[in-house]
């Protein structure tokens, strides 16, 4: 019984150290935004991981803190693959992107490669950008 409880611990510190190193895992983006028009509210960024998901159904998201006009986010754990990111200035924090009455957004948008829309929003083969085996550095500027 002594050999079978310590087998038990042993294998479960394994496992442990296992998901530990699983959860260390993965590849970093480090994320500058430029440009802001001032410091009041949030900025909300989503990274899509599909052409089908852009700008419907965020892989990740976050909100980043803005000092000086500018914000510094992270994504952490990121499998390669390609990615784009979206992102509002939510001025007044109600944790959501207003629109005017005609359907165009009343605060801030940018988009990774700094992507814009035509009569629309930005498209996701302008956005995207490739995540291979290493940290990605970008800048989007509002």
Excluded: W
């Excluded at 948008?109 to 814009?116: F, G, I, L, R």
């Excluded at 009569?119 to 996701?124: R, T, V, Y």
Aim: glycine share 6%; hydrophobic share 35%; with cysteine.
């Amino acid at each position: 019984m002594k050999r079978y409880l310590i087998m038990t611990a042993i294998l479960s510190l394994l496992a442990l150290a296992t998901m530990a190193q699983e959860k260390d895992t993965g590849i970093k983006i480090d994320l500058k935004i430029n440009g802001l028009s001032n410091n009041q509210g949030k900025l909300m960024i989503a990274l899509y991981n599909s052409e089908s998901s852009f700008l419907n159904k965020p892989y990740m998201t976050c909100a980043g803190i803005i000092t000086n006009k500018e914000s510094n986010v992270e994504f952490n754990n990121i499998k390669p693959g390609t990615y784009a990111i979206s992102c509002y200035h939510d001025q007044n924090s109600n944790q959501q992107l207003d629109f005017n009455g005609m359907g165009i957004p009343k605060e801030p948008t940018a988009a990774s490669n700094d992507a814009k829309g035509f009569f629309g929003p930005p498209k996701f083969k302008d956005a995207k950008f490739e995540i291979k085996d290493k940290n990605k550095n970008l800048i989007i500027n509002f």
